[in-house]
């Protein structure tokens, strides 16, 4: 009788040597990743896993509210660079380390916030801008004296740029400008800025035409650059037409490089699209500073200023009142300012017969600014 049976089963060779370890090996490595790919550490009396591979750094930015001091102004202590201070103090066990030291299972890592930071200051030379004096109250501005630049010596905060301290080395000397042209006869100038504008413009035409009175416009170069048309038309009635800048811009402080463009930009527009040669030069909001002196005396620009505003732009202003204050204010020699663009001036187009009706009545006359005597000759 038998008990049992024999199965005949194939043998399997047994690994050795080398290739054994081999195996060992990758088995191990496929256990570790999936059982230590993670571990954990403790981040100022909390646990906090964390991923194999991470670094203190990392850790303190995901699990702490430590963050990185501020970069403060040397003037005033305001914040001017976020972060930009001492970064987080970081010790691991006790011992302070860097943020890009690797994590290992059971660090107990404890964090701070970094110190702020007051940036540092520098000590530099400037020129002081040569200041300006008007004196005078005339249309016309001559120079009388050129005045000088200065130098100053400054300390400033290296980031922030805030002037913390200053010394003045050479005093500046002022540029002395005077304002001439009144007492000229009994003629009167009037002048129109901000156009050429749409409707407006040719209605101040139609009336300067239908009284026979010459003018002045002062235009920007981008308002011809829109309106070319308008401008051509203004040239071919007989009219002067001076430079407003290119944009209404005030020059006064710009660099020396957009007032030139601001001015010598404008006369290239304006003899473009209308073949006239500009001389006359008048400065938005009336501004105008020994920079942009010396830059119109480079582009052989005449800077004309007025003597009588009615501020025909304010709001609610009527024909009658502008009216009035032009009358009231004119003398011999004067230079009227008024506006035929930059807005709704219809009050004084209403106002603008009238205006040329109550000089007449006194004996004035009209001419371009080139007629007047007090101007000729006059830089």
Known sequence: ???????????????????????????????GHGLFSHTHVVVDGRRVDVQVGETVGEVVARASGAVAGDLLAVRDGRVIVPGGGRPPVIKVDGVRVGPESLVRSGDVIVSDSGCDVVE???????????????????????????????????????????????ESIVP????????????DGRVIALTFDDGPWPAQTDAVLKVLADYNVPATFFMTGDRV?????????????????GNHTYHHADLT?????????????????????TGEKVTWFRPPMGRVDARTYAELKRQKMRPVLW?????????????????????????????????DGGGDHKEMVKALPRIIRALRSRGYDFVLLDD???VKGRW
């Open 1 to 31: 009788m038998r008990l049992f049976s024999v199965k005949r089963i194939a043998a399997k060779p047994v690994l050795g040597g080398a290739a054994a370890g081999i195996a060992c090996f990758v088995v191990l490595a496929v256990i």
């Open 307 to 339: 003597t009588v505003d009615p501020q025909d732009w304010r709001e609610g202003a009527t024909a009658a009142q502008i009216e009035r204050a032009v009358v009231r204010a004119a003398r011999p020699g004067s230079v009227i300012l008024l506006h």
């Open 372 to 374: 007047l005597e007090t």
């Open 225 to 241: 650059k829109r309106r070319p048309d308008i401008a051509r038309r203004v040239a071919k009635a007989g009219h002067a037409i």
């Open 172 to 183: 500046a000397e002022p540029m002395v400008m005077r304002r001439v042209g009144d007492g």
């Open 120 to 166: 540092m200051s520098v000590e530099e030379t400037r020129v002081i801008p040569i200041p300006t004096k008007v004196t005078g109250t005339g249309a016309l501005v001559v120079v009388e004296s050129p005045g000088r630049e200065g130098v100053q010596r400054v300390v400033v905060g290296a980031v922030s740029r805030d002037v913390v301290a200053s």
């Open 253 to 273: 402080g710009l660099p020396p490089g957009k007032v030139r463009s601001e001015i010598a930009g404008t006369n290239r527009m304006i003899t473009r699209m």
